[in-house]
């Protein structure tokens, strides 16, 4: 589309700069499921991201001299100059260590947008996300005289234009709620009960949440294998209020409820962050995902936390580490009040 842009004179002609396009791209279908295309929902960033990077590139090309596509340090001290900062020969070449991660000597392309886009911009700030819904369009002005009944809108088909599907978080507050109702009825706590339990020996196990969670309607929602290993785990340990056996007893029931809801709530927030699917987090992921957290962090900040999680330094991180952390960071919620 930008090669035809630019011979026909378009919209586009000026953005023919493959490195440009190539981080755009990159960084426009890692908000979807897939991350190896830029979906419908990510077409508005897509075309935010054509021009922000088209414009970094401009930037580095300027500094770039000698046109190998990599900046040295004699390029960087002089390049900042050049755009206007007054910085001594210390700090250029501190920018410049900064920029260069792999100390290679060389600053590249994409090194050079990293450290821009984190320098200038924080997880608040800019997500790169998108929930695929369309911005509110402003009122137009009341109409003056006789009003007219509105006609119901149909879509293409001469149906009624489908409800807006509900995000899982969204799902997860309404299902909350019920559970919130749940936990002060008796009645229906020993229903759920003798549906876990349903040999009758006042113990449940692992293999019967799981079993559920698969069967049952209601809970199908919480059908997350890591989240109901993780909140199995955390009742039946001391530090989640049980007694430390292999099992979950009554009077562990109404924690295991909660403990389910809270896991599995962290687990849609993990997997949104995890674009690449394999169930792992690395720090790009990490940073990007901030905002799902509710967490306002710098570059540096960032770093710190996601060492502070990743306890084997392995670069990536698991969905108990990251369950652990969080709890640490924020106090689980008590329903019993």
Not at 9 to 24: E, V, Y
Request: net charge neutral; aromatic share 12%; proline share 3%.
């Amino acid at each position: 589309m930008v090669v035809e842009h630019a011979a026909s004179g378009g919209l586009f002609k000026n953005f023919d700069n493959k490195p440009a396009l190539m981080r755009a791209y990159k960084a426009s279908c890692r908000g979807g499921k897939k991350g190896d295309w830029v979906e419908r929902g990510e077409f508005p960033f897509l075309l935010r991201n054509m021009f922000y990077f088209d414009k970094l590139w401009d930037v580095f090309d300027d500094i770039d001299v000698d046109d190998d596509r990599r900046i040295d340090e004699a390029e960087m001290t002089a390049g900042l100059k050049k755009l206007g900062f007054e910085v001594t020969g210390k700090e250029a070449a501190k920018i410049f260590d900064a920029i260069d991660g792999n100390d290679g000597g060389k600053v590249l392309f994409d090194e050079f947008c990293k450290y821009t886009s984190n320098a200038l911009c924080s997880s608040k700030t800019l997500s790169l996300t998108f929930d695929g819904e369309n911005p509110v369009a402003a009122k137009p002005p009341r109409r003056i005289g006789r009003s007219q009944r509105k006609k119901k809108k149909k879509n293409h088909t001469g149906r009624k234009p489908r409800r807006r599907k509900r995000s899982p978080r969204e799902k997860f507050e309404s299902f909350e709620k019920d559970i919130r109702r749940m936990l002060g009825d008796r009645k229906q706590m020993r229903v759920i009960w003798k549906t876990l339990d349903f040999n009758g020996n006042n113990k449940v196990s692992l293999a019967e949440i799981d079993k559920m969670c698969v069967q049952q309607p209601f809970w199908q929602l919480c059908n997350n294998k890591p989240a109901l290993m993780r909140a199995y785990k955390y009742t039946t340990s001391k530090a989640g209020g049980g007694d430390g056996d292999a099992w979950v007893e009554r009077f562990e029931f109404s924690k295991l409820l909660i403990h389910i809801v809270y896991f599995n709530k962290l687990w849609s927030v993990f997997d949104d962050i995890d674009t690449g699917d394999d169930r792992r987090i690395d720090f790009s992921e990490f940073c990007c995902g901030l905002c799902h957290l509710g967490l306002d962090m710098g570059v540096e900040e960032a770093e710190e936390a996601f060492d502070e999680i990743d306890e084997n330094d392995g670069g990536q991180i698991l969905f108990d580490e990251f369950c652990v952390w969080y709890a640490k960071k924020m106090k689980m919620p008590d329903y019993d009040s």
